[in-house]
């Protein structure tokens, strides 16, 4: 019996010394979500030692968002003292391509705006001869195009009397290229800037006589009281990089200043949302009210 039970205890004691230990380790994983985070840990690690071994690109410089296109507005609406002298709407407006248009007739011109219309059909047409040809009207070509225009104006009738009654206006002309806006002015009027602040209104000022490019095919020049040796287009430029919309305005913009801050803030806001019909219908509802825009006003933007 006691050699029985002595080989008994001597192979239990060969299974223990046979059966692994459980270390600590063993422990620390009863917990079912140990080896994911041990897995995590280490895969951490590797990553954090592949990020400090790798070399630090340059960074890139941050890009100003482009703005979104949208369509020009184009407003001509006739002022308050025009409406009640039953006088015609002196101003014209329009765009083609890269360029927004404004012209302001001589208030006191009986007829003026049959200049700022002829002259705009004028121009239109000869732009089309240009795009015809696979070519634009430009900055280097520009003032060549308005004298063959003021020329073949002048062709209809050269009558200096004619002439005052009919081809006195302002021309502003925006030219848009890649890189910028440039603004040529003979005359009065304004120019719409917008850039991140929001818009504001360059003021374009001849004082008492707005000089009529018209002057410079006037041979006596005896009946000219100012800009007897001529006048020239003023150019203002502006990059893109500071504005993001540039346009022009004839002088009736002058009477925005006296609305009401509430019809002053909608104006701001149908300017940068580009709702010409929405302008339109807001001066329209000051004149009715309270006569507010005075002089006719174009706005090209």
Known sequence: MSTFLDKF???????????????????VCENPTCEESDATTV??????ECENNT????????????QPKRSTIRVCKMGSDHNFANMNNHDFA???????????GCGSGKHSEVGTRLFGQLFARKAKEYFDKGESICEENFTQVVN???EKMLELCNDISFIFQNYCFTILVCFETEDEFVVYSCGDGYII?????????EKLDDGEYPCYYIYNFITDKSSLVEYKDGVSFKVTRFAKTDY???????????????????EKNKLMKFLHEGKGPQIEVLINRNNRKNEMFHDDISICF
Not at 56 to 66: D, F, I, L, N, R
Not at 94 to 104: A, G, P, Q, R, S
């Open 9 to 27: 205890r001597s192979k239990q004691a060969s299974v223990k010394e046979e059966k692994p230990e459980i270390s600590s380790e063993t422990n």
């Open 94 to 104: 329009f765009n083609l391509l890269n360029m927004k248009i404004v012209m302001d």
């Open 43 to 48: 895969k951490g690690s590797e990553v954090s």
């Open 193 to 201: 800037k917008e850039n991140e602040e929001g818009i504001s209104f």
């Open 55 to 66: 070399e630090t690109e340059p960074k890139v410089a941050s890009v100003p968002k482009e």
């Open 148 to 150: 063959s225009i003021f």
């Open 244 to 262: 993001f919309n540039v346009g022009v305005a004839s002088d009736g913009l002058r009477y925005a200043e006296n609305l009401l801050d509430v």
